[in-house]
């Protein structure tokens, strides 16, 4: 155990030297101090929100889980947020507005960080409207033609999506809104556009939940947007050989040879030294999801 301060609060890291993925060597350590450098970049991202941590306590090749309810074992200056289940029960999730937390995190092993798309005051009102584009057999080019689709469509119906690799295999298209529908209504909305474009490209895109029914096309998803449910969080490392970032980028970068595991933990940093993050002012500018609600009315 080693105790470190990190801005005024006190924390036993552990097992530093230990190797989460081989491939590259990087350790826990490494992934400590990914989320602490990384913090003042992710933070407009976690913070006050309920978090649900995919942990990883002996490297991505180990046993894994995800964890929603935060742990009685917690240090007190960790913020949680009471929520309320479905069946009418509550729990306390973590909420990461600290760098000190998210360097706890890491150590107890958390890989990734899944965000509710809404904040702690205002839970079943989602600021944001995701799109999760799932290529069939690791075909990148599929979702990248997918994600420009959707980029036209949508600027047709004067919105400005954003995007976002995943570091896994797809593509987030997705839009900050207004806090003034609750989920079921902003999924609904969710749900028009992806049938819209399903019909409008049926040999291409897809609403089919089961796999069988794809048939080589890419998978329009909209599940992330409802209550209790997360999507990963911009800047977040991902459980893949290559140690992959969940990375925001231009629309433009999607002209490149980029796919969605090309930012890793180590060329991220050389990018946001070279490059304005593209998602900087992300919150600043939330659309009018009424504009889409008069539209799909037509």
């Not at 407009?44 to 995919?54: E, G, K, N, Q, Y």
């Not at 690791?138 to 997918?146: G, K, M, T, Y």
């Not at 954003?162 to 909305?189: A, C, W």
């Not at 969605?260 to 940093?269: A, P, V």
């Amino acid at each position: 155990m080693t105790l470190t301060v990190i801005d005024g609060y006190k924390i036993e890291l552990s097992n530093q030297n230990k190797v989460f993925y081989k491939k590259l060597g990087v350790t826990k350590g490494d992934i400590i101090e990914y989320y602490q450098k990384i913090f003042p970049v992710i933070e407009s991202h976690v913070a006050d929100r309920p978090l649900t941590l995919h942990r990883y306590p002996d490297g991505i090749k180990g046993e894994d889980f995800y964890q929603k309810e935060a742990p009685e074992y917690i240090p007190d200056f960790i913020d949680t947020v009471e929520i309320e289940k479905k069946n009418g029960e509550k729990q306390y999730q973590i909420i990461c507005n600290k760098k000190a937390t998210i360097a706890y995190l890491a150590n107890l092993g958390t890989i990734s960080l899944h965000i509710w798309l809404s904040k702690s005051d205002m839970l079943f009102y989602p600021d944001k409207l995701v799109f999760d584009l799932d290529p069939p057999k690791n075909n990148f080019n599929s979702v990248r033609e997918a994600a420009f689709d959707f980029r036209d469509y949508l600027n047709e119906l004067n919105i400005d999506p954003y995007v976002m690799t995943t570091g896994s295999e797809g593509l987030h298209v997705v839009i900050p809104i207004l806090r003034k529908r609750k989920f079921n209504q902003v999924r609904d909305i969710a749900s028009n556009i992806t049938s819209a474009l399903e019909s409008k490209f049926p040999e291409k895109y897809t609403t089919a939940i089961r796999k069988h029914k794809r048939e080589g096309r890419v998978f329009l998803d909209i599940a992330r947007n409802a209550y209790g449910q997360t999507s990963v969080s911009p800047y977040s490392l991902r459980a893949r050989d290559e140690c992959s970032v969940a990375t925001p980028i231009d629309w433009d970068e999607l002209n490149s040879d980029i796919d969605s595991k090309s930012y890793t933990i180590k060329n991220i940093f050389r990018r946001l030294g070279q490059k304005r993050d593209p998602w900087k002012n992300f919150y600043s500018h939330p659309q009018k999801i009424e504009k889409l609600e008069k539209i799909m009315e037509k």
